[in-house]
């Protein structure tokens, strides 16, 4: 652990080339303005090959020279933020000309105090001072420093009045130049023009980027990921007021043997992450020798809030020590079993050192069902491996896993005022005097972690001191956090209302819009359009720098940091007509290029949100769009595809006949995914006409062809054609024989196994669920075995050994949440639900067949939907509570008929009769039996077609 710490120290922040541009700035301004525009996008393209972030930072680039004034006024303003920035910069760029540059009247006193200054700074000019601060004095910077000096010649077409700078500024000129030069920075000759400038800076970049970054050489992904959960421990860490009982509760934790797991519960804004943070990095500075320590927060990346991708970066920093293989398993098989593999094999290495795992802001992960349910973690843990979990849930499932709880309190009015005091001069070297601090001590909600450091971070970023008063007032009048925030919003907007009077609204009405946040590129251009003007570099990073505290950075994607704020955020800023008009400006950004993931993260989302239906399907239609959105996220797709239907009032199937008339000039990958989605939407005609194409046209490639005949087999089965489907999966698993592919050759006999037990043939179906069992176990497929567990429950159910059925089922039900795989779920639950049925227990039937609908309303499962409705049905029907009965079969006859269901539509209707008949309403029964012949006739339901002819006999 300690070899980690010391690469996390050695690496960058992040995957950043940041790079701070100075020069003198009205003599210079052609230079920088063909930097920003000509040279740096081509960089940025350079590094992002490279997954790594270039940011140019030109304090002056894009001031208005003409008004000369300004500059004094803007150099007096940056100079300290000049100084910050350069501390936060990895490269430097020194522009030269023949201007000395602006030399201030006076400097601010923390200025002066805070920097070691060889000699006074008075007299010098704003350039010298960033030279001397970010390279001079700054040896470490010195590889990654550049100067470029302009030719005369140069400075003669583009700025001829520089040329008559006074003898002592050419002097100071002259000598800067010349220390430049003997510390070995001094350029290779003056460059004579903006190419030759622009490719010398070019090249010179992109040697610190193949350097720092290196193909061959560079840090690995698990590093790289480590260092960004190091990093965001070590930010929220600065934010905490500790609270001994916590602390020692979580000492305490680690010597009990009665439970492996610690849950830390509280409401948003209690401090939990800077509680762990804290904890965490006192423990691996002082106490990393006797444990192993994995940490994991959910919003340090971009993907952190995936459940499987913790356990998949937990399982590669055990490997280290066990000495297993850390490649993970392949996408649909579980990992959990292979950590549990990790955790033993440490635990007989390594006896008498603890892991310690540490999994914070679970309530964040994207699959709801993991935010309270601890199916992804093992069942059973070594004696020596401990977790520590944080969430605002409860944890309502724990398989058997010991839990302790501890919540989180708030605060201790008593030991506010030293709370206060330790905060802000440990964090900042700030202090109140005794009467501020009690006035916030004394304010109702300071107890709450949130409202209190909030309050203090925005007090430390005021640097008026004579107006702080003014301000603590205001914060003090607010009465939730809610208020706060949207107070310090408006202390924001007036504090820069300079720039604009709208800017600080924007940058956070894009922030909260946008799905995922935005890169700051993005968020910098669309406040340039949406002002209509380009916004001065020197005004954007001082903005930057005091939000810093309320927003996050995921791995270079900018977001508000905490649910509260963006409460606020949309309160104060996002009404309707607010809210169209930013959606409408982030629409037209993403749209630019409609094919980079950011925009295909982000371009769905704000069409439906923004009602814009026409355009939404006009973009999915694209082939290329829908097939890299189906591999990126199908589910969300379906979710799109499902609402366009609605508002077309025209089914999927007959939309994309619209826009591909003919199959045979359209790409196979669409036409395969196209028809996956047909089958998910319950179109299983379609879905078969589609795969039976696909089948015919690919009977060279074996893979394929047995791929697609097992979605034709799949078609053709839910469609009732059992006779077809069978013959379709035999003929499929002997190509799976032919070609020794084992993983679809089990898929093959769980579909076999599963018409048999339909059509009666019990025996067969445990036969092959036993082959399938066994190649699954073999495979380790989780996938696999989740489907065996529950084909084989359903014989279980066919026999009415409903116990045994429900044990397969909670096995199924813990692979379903692990593979995030919802349409199986929501099957399961209904299973669960029968088999309670079977045991006589209706409410636990009428809980699991809830859940099931609540999954398939979320998918957009619309067969799934009705077949619950009509099961919830049937268990009020028995309870004889006719008029919930009859509401939920008349919902499940509605969706078949939405859906062309005639199948389903036919059971609603039977159900329909049948209570009628109970109800004594036997006209009714007769009209809704007549229309359910008919559909029976047509569709060749011959079993349902001799039930209801039975039924009508008794009645006449």
Known sequence: MQNLKSRINNMERKREIRVFISSTFKDLRVERTYLMNQIFPLLRKECEKKNVIFQAVDLRWGIDTEELTDEAEVGSKVLKTCLQE??????????????????????????????????????????????????????????????????????????????????????????????????????????KSLKELGEAI?????????????????????????????????????????????????????????????????????????????????????????????????????????????????????????????????????RTPLLLDHLKSFSRLHPDKQI????????????????????????????????????????????????????????????????????????????????????????KEAIRPLFLVSLLEDLCRFGDYEKLNHRLEAYLKTKTSKNLFIKILSFLEEDFKHVSPHIVRFIFSYLY????????????????????????????????????????????????????????????????????????????YFQQDETTSRSLAELPRLLNERKQHQQLWELLKKQTVFTALWEQNSFELKEHIVHLQVDFQKSAPDMFADAYPQWEKQDEKFLEYLSLLYFDLSYYTKAAELQAYLVNTTTTDKDNHQRLMRYLANSAKRAGHFNTALDLYQQQERLCHELDAPDELQKSYNNQASIHIKT????????????????????????????????????????????????????????????????????????????????????????????????????????????????????????????KALQHYRQQESICRKIKNMAGLQNALFNIGVLFVHTNKLHEAKEIFNEQLIICKRFGYRNELEKTRQLLDMMN
């Open 86 to 191: 350069i501390d936060r910069s990895t490269c430097f760029i020194g522009i030269l000309g023949e201007r000395y540059g602006w030399i201030p009247d006076r400097f601010p006193d923390d200025v002066l105090k805070q920097h070691d200054w060889p000699e006074s700074p008075m007299n010098r000019s704003i350039t010298e001072l960033e030279i001397y601060h970010g390279v001079l004095k700054n040896t470490a910077m010195h590889e990654n420093a550049f100067f470029y000096f302009r030719h005369p010649n140069l400075t003669k077409e583009f700025s001829p009045d520089s040329l008559k700078e006074s003898q002592e500024n050419q002097e100071k000129l002259d000598a800067l130049k010349k220390t430049i030069c003997e510390n070995n920075l001094a350029p290779k000759h003056r460059y």
């Open 202 to 334: 070019e090249e010179n970049i992109t040697g610190i980027l193949n350097k720092k970054f290196p193909s061959d050489k560079d840090i690995t992904a698990i590093e790289h990921e480590r260092a960004a959960h190091y990093f965001y421990a070590q930010k929220f860490a600065k934010h905490y007021i500790k609270v001994e009982k916590f602390w020692n509760e979580l000492d305490a934790f680690l010597n009990t043997t009665s439970a492996h797991v610690l849950h830390i519960q509280g409401e948003q804004g209690s401090g939990k992450t800077a509680l762990v943070a804290n904890w965490l990095l006192h423990k691996l500075e002082h106490d990393s020798t006797d444990h192993h320590f994995f940490y994991h927060f959910v919003g340090a990346t971009q993907n952190s809030g995936e459940w499987r991708d913790v356990i998949g970066r937990f399982i590669q920093d055990m490997a280290p020590a066990t000495g297993m293989k850390h490649e993970l398993p392949e996408a649909g098989t579980a």
């Open 356 to 443: 310690i795992a540490i999994i914070d802001s679970i309530n964040g992960f994207h699959q709801k069902t993991a935010q309270n349910d601890l199916f992804w973690l093992p069942p059973e843990l070594p004696s020596n491996c401990k977790i520590i979990l944080t969430s605002n849930n409860d944890i309502e499932k724990s398989y058997g896993l010991q839990v302790t709880e501890l919540r989180l309190d708030l605060l201790d009015r008593n030991k506010l005022p030293k709370f206060i005091t330790e905060y802000l001069k440990g964090i900042h070297g700030r202090e109140l005097n005794a009467q501020q601090i009690q006035k916030i001590a004394r304010h």
């Open 513 to 588: 819009t946008a799905r995922h946040g935005l890169l700051e590129h993005e968020l910098y251009e669309l406040l340039c359009k949406r002002l209509v003007r380009q916004l001065d570099p020197v005004d954007w990073s001082p903005i930057h720098l005091a939000m810093d505290y309320l927003l996050i950075d995921n791995a270079g994607l900018i977001n508000i940091a905490n649910s509260r704020f963006a409460e606020a955020v949309a309160s104060h800023y996002l009404n309707s007509e607010n809210r169209s008009a930013i959606l409408d400006d982030l629409i037209t």
């Open 760 to 883: 009666g043939n019990l025996f067969t179906a445990e036969e092959l669920l036993e082959k399938q069992q066994s190649i699954c176990e073999k495979l380790s497929d989780a996938t696999g075995l989740m489907q065996c567990f529950g084909t084989l429950a359903n014989v279980y159910k066919a026999k009415e050994d409903w116990k045994k059925a429900l044990e397969l089922h909670e096995k199924e039900e813990r692979l379903c949440k692990q593979l995030g795989d919802y349409k199986s779920l929501h099957i399961c639950y209904g299973n669960q639900a029968i088999a309670w049925r079977g045991l006589g227990n209706r409410e636990k039937a009428l809980h699991y067949h809830r859940e099931e609908q609540k999954i398939c309303e979320q998918i957009g499962d619309e067969y799934g939907m009705q077949v619950s409705l009509g099961n919830q049905g049937h268990l009020y029907f028995d309870e004889a509570r006719w008029e």
